[in-house]
């Protein structure tokens, strides 16, 4: 069996606002094999924002290892952490986070911009174009985000998380600003993203957007409560991508 | 070598893309550069211009020139001529005869009036001087000849032309030999002078005519003494000399005892270009220290700007992070802009400033000298600027924390 592609060991967090001690995570394990379909969910204030961003590398845990893709990834610099995250790690945002007055096709090749990959122009259009296609929006390129509806708008921004062909795909409230139909659609995306073997972490607090990843972990008062496979996972029998 | 090239070239694209979504701040952030680098080249160009045309006109006047005036006037020697001037003729003959650092001499003085030719006239300035003037002005006829010492003597009614005046009375250049009317007394054209061009402020030397001093002061001005006598030194060496000699003849002469107060002044070529050259110096000094402040309060423009610019985008800095974005590229991306507007703003001034230069030019005449080093300058002062002013919000935006700037809104 391949390795897990996230190992985490006894991660610990702790924020000081003033006098006051906060451990929002407290010793947590967790490992996500490669292509699995993960779900993290838990209230707010659970800790679940905490893991999401050392899982992403945008922060750093006070204590305990977290191995990512076969590398230690749990103290390094700013910098390091920044090579990281372009290379191994694929956002897809709650609020997409595009950048405005700016063409699909420039959003997408944002992260190639600051890749090690010495990629020329072509080579870089031909990347995000493809990207593009793979989440159903060819003949979108030109587009400027306030032109695409909010469905786009996340397709979008899963190309761009896509197009450096990272290790995880780290999805937080993907469907949080999104009606329920567009929502089943972004899931049927992220579905079939893992179909094609992609290993997409989730980050919710609807259950039944949950329903749609092979695994569930919930999180609460900084620690791992409950960790369940899904059997039956909800199938989105219309799948957009190769449909279109 | 190669990738770390191409990606300073996508970082450069970053920076360049986001002035281009924002043409509209970009151009009012510049303006403050854009101004400033203006105000330089139109002033250093009116600055140079001014200061040429001194040297220029302080040449023409011939080498190794000496100007004696009347003492009263010290302030301005225009006025001197009329009335009350204490030179004669007879110190400018004790001069000629006594001085012997002195090459030539020639008493001057000025009047104006109307000139008709046939069918034309034409208003302009009649000198009257003596047979010295070509060699003290370096001034020499190009068509006929000069008025000789018996026309002096005579007070003959004869007289040489400026250039402007020949081309303006006699389009077929057909002038000498011909009768003018000046005044309306005859006079004979015996020759017309070289052009000799514009001077400062862009009045016209060629715009003259010379006759006879003795001429001058019976027929024209019904006056015996005489505004001003010019000399020149027999070399450059011999012009302090020639001073001390004239100084100490005329205070003979006007029964001055020494270190009492002259009834008359002297200023030699020399004198008057050093003081011209002070005059530009303290402008140049005046041009600078404003162009120093535009630049800075420019620079403080920019870096306003690209601080409310850090700010605003503070979320886009978090999702450029978010994906891969490491502080250096901020960094730069922010520098690259700070000094891609300041260059902007530096290419617009340079061009607005040569442009207004050319306005001066054109209608207000003033003599203008575009100085490629200032354009040069300005321009690397303006990137400069860009840089200095850019790089503390630059940094401030490489060291936001990625989580907090994509939570900011």
Redesign the interface.
């Known amino acids: 069996m391949a390795p897990p592609v996230i190992e985490i060991h006894q991660l610990t967090k702790v924020y000081h606002l003033g006098e006051v001690e906060v451990r929002a995570l407290d010793g947590v394990d967790l490992r996500v094999e490669t292509g699995d379909f993960v779900a993290i969910m838990g209230p707010s204030g659970s800790g679940k924002s905490t893991l999401m ?1 050392i899982i ?1 590398c ?2 750093r845990p006070t204590a305990g290892t977290y191995v990512l893709d076969g590398a230690d990834v749990s103290q390094l610099s ?2 390091q952490r ?2 990281i ?3 191994k790690i694929g ?1 897809v ?1 709650q609020s997409f ?3 405005p ?2 063409s699909s096709m ?1 959003n997408v090749e ?2 190639l ?4 990959l ?2 020329s122009k072509r080579q870089r259009h031909e990347k995000a174009k493809t990207a593009l296609h793979h989440v159903g929006l060819a003949g979108r390129e030109g587009n400027y985000p306030s032109q695409l509806s909010g469905g786009q708008q996340q397709r979008v921004a899963i190309a ?1 998380a896509l197009v ?1 062909d990272p290790a995880i795909l780290l999805a937080d409230e993907p469907t949080g600003n999104l009606d329920s139909r567009t929502s089943t659609e972004i899931m049927g995306i992220f579905q079939e993203l893992n179909d094609e073997g992609k290993t997409v972490v989730l980050i919710t607090h609807e259950s039944d957007i949950a329903q749609h990843a092979k695994r569930v972990v919930h999180v609460k008062d900084g620690r791992i409560q409950q960790d369940e496979r899904i059997t039956q996972e909800r199938v989105v029998r219309e799948r957009v991508g190769s449909s279109q | 070598m190669r990738t770390a090239f191409i990606r300073m070239g996508n970082i450069t694209v970053v920076g360049l893309k986001s002035i281009a979504r924002n043409k509209m701040r970009s151009l009012l952030t510049a303006l403050g550069v854009v101004i400033g680098v203006a105000c330089v080249i139109v002033s250093v160009a009116i600055g140079a211009g001014v200061a040429s045309s001194v040297s220029e006109m302080i040449n023409s006047l011939g080498s190794n020139f000496i100007m004696i005036m009347p003492g009263a006037s010290t302030q301005s020697g225009a006025r001197m001529f009329t009335g009350s001037s204490t030179l004669t003729e007879e110190d400018a003959e004790a001069i000629k005869r006594e001085a012997t650092a002195v090459a030539y001499v020639s008493p001057q003085l000025r009047t104006t009036g109307q000139i008709v030719a046939g069918e034309l006239n034409w208003s302009t300035q009649i000198q009257g001087v003596g047979i010295d003037w070509p060699n003290i002005r370096a001034w020499n006829v190009k068509d006929g000849a000069f008025f000789s010492e018996g026309d002096i003597r005579a007070g003959a009614k004869v007289a040489v032309l400026g250039a402007t005046v020949a081309d303006s009375l006699f389009p077929n250049g057909d002038s000498v030999g011909s009768i003018i009317r000046v005044k309306n007394v005859p006079f004979k054209v015996l020759g017309v002078l070289e052009k000799k061009g514009g001077s400062m402020m862009g009045s016209d030397q060629d715009d003259m005519i010379v006759a006879p001093y003795t001429t001058v002061q019976k027929r024209l001005m019904g006056q015996q003494r005489f505004g001003m006598i010019i000399a020149s030194a027999a070399s450059a060496e011999q012009v302090q000399e020639a001073q001390d000699q004239i100084d100490a003849l005329l205070r003979q002469r006007h029964r001055i005892p020494p270190g009492g107060d002259a009834d008359f002044m002297m200023r030699s070529q020399e004198e008057m270009a050093q003081a011209s050259a002070q005059q530009a110096e303290l402008m140049g000094n005046l041009l600078l220290g404003i162009a120093i402040v535009s630049l800075f309060v420019g620079g403080i423009g920019i870096m306003n700007i690209m601080l409310v610019s850090v700010t605003e985008r503070t979320r886009e800095i978090g999702i450029r992070m978010a994906i891969g974005a490491r502080g250096k590229h901020v960094l730069l991306q922010f520098l690259f802009e700070a000094v891609t507007l300041s260059v902007l703003g530096g290419l617009i001034g340079v061009l607005l400033g040569i442009g207004v230069a050319r306005a001066f030019a054109r209608f207000m005449k003033w003599p203008i000298v575009i100085s490629p080093t200032a354009i040069v300058v300005a321009f690397v002062v303006a990137a400069s600027v860009g840089i200095f002013f850019g790089f503390y919000p630059a940094r401030k935006a490489s060291r936001l924390d990625p989580i907090d700037a994509l939570r900011y809104e």
């Open positions: 961003n992403g945008l922060d700013r910098d920044a090579i995250r372009n290379a956002f945002f986070n595009l950048l007055r700016t420039e944002l992260p911009l600051y890749g090690d010495a990629l761009r450096t």
